[in-house]
């Protein structure tokens, strides 16, 4: 079975400009959570998403978006790039986000360097 | 809220040596996991182990065992017969049973391996 997939794996970009990142989840999940990973704050959660609707968010500001489709393609959209931005942008998937059982599975990741 | 301290930031270990990588966590929660992911150079996540709160043996994965210490609250991951691919950083985490929660992770343990 195929892991996660995360396209593009890297992406560099400039102030002031916005970006996409997409994640395929193993087939079958219909969990996908996106994780910021910087040398200083560490791994951060985003949001997660679960057939289609946002069930969880966590503490970044609105220029960070996302989205899941009927075949639970996730994409995440940050607006207004920022320095501060330059991270790797991890995605997980996991069969439906509940109980112990359910592990998140992760993909390699898109790093994101804006200048 | 949950925290998890992963209090050696590196190791050093010698090759087919066994090596152990410390995490503390704290929850008031009575039901939780807790994780360990591997993560290479190249960035992707790697489920290692899981261990559940209410689990009483230890939970073990080929080379990967949680020594599983729930008074002390304490998840540490043991790895024998260290390899040269075993250098990596190591993270624990955690998540509760109830709602949707997302992984809450430490730090990191860098660990190298030498031949």
């Known amino acids: 079975k195929a892991g996660v997939t995360q396209t593009p794996r890297y992406l560099i970009k400039t102030r002031g400009q916005q970006v996409t990142l997409s994640c395929s989840p193993i087939?079958?999940?219909?969990?996908v959570s996106w994780y910021q990973q910087t040398p200083g704050q560490g791994l951060q959660f985003l949001f997660e998403?679960?057939?289609?609707?946002?069930?969880n968010k966590g503490n970044f500001p609105g220029r960070f978006s996302g989205r899941q489709f009927s075949n639970s393609r996730s994409e995440m959209n940050v607006s207004t790039l920022e320095l501060g931005d330059s991270a790797l942008y991890l995605c997980?998937?996991?069969?439906?986000?509940?109980?112990?059982?359910?592990?998140?599975?992760f993909g390699p990741g898109t790093r994101l360097t804006v200048l | 809220a949950q925290k998890i301290t992963q209090t050696q930031p590196g190791m050093f270990v010698q090759e087919k040596e066994a090596v152990t990588l410390d995490c503390t966590y704290d929850?008031?929660?009575?039901?939780?996991?807790l994780f360990w992911y591997k993560q290479p150079s190249s960035g992707e996540m790697i489920f290692l182990i899981y261990?559940?709160?209410?689990?009483?043996q230890n939970a073990t994965e080929g080379r990967y065992s949680l020594n599983f210490q729930k008074a002390r609250k304490s998840a540490n991951l043991v790895i024998s017969a260290s390899q040269l691919g075993d250098s990596a950083m190591y993270f624990c985490?955690?998540?509760?049973?109830?709602?949707?929660?997302?992984?809450?992770f430490g730090k990191g343990t860098r660990l190298s391996v030498i031949a």
């Open positions: 997980a998937s996991s069969l439906e986000g509940r109980g112990l059982i359910d592990t998140q599975y």
């Open positions: 087939s079958g999940h219909r969990s």
């Open positions: 998403y679960f057939s289609e609707t946002q069930r």
């Open positions: 929850t008031s929660d009575q039901s939780y996991g």
């Open positions: 261990q559940g709160s209410y689990d009483e």
């Open positions: 985490a955690m998540r509760r049973t109830s709602g949707n929660t997302p992984l809450v």
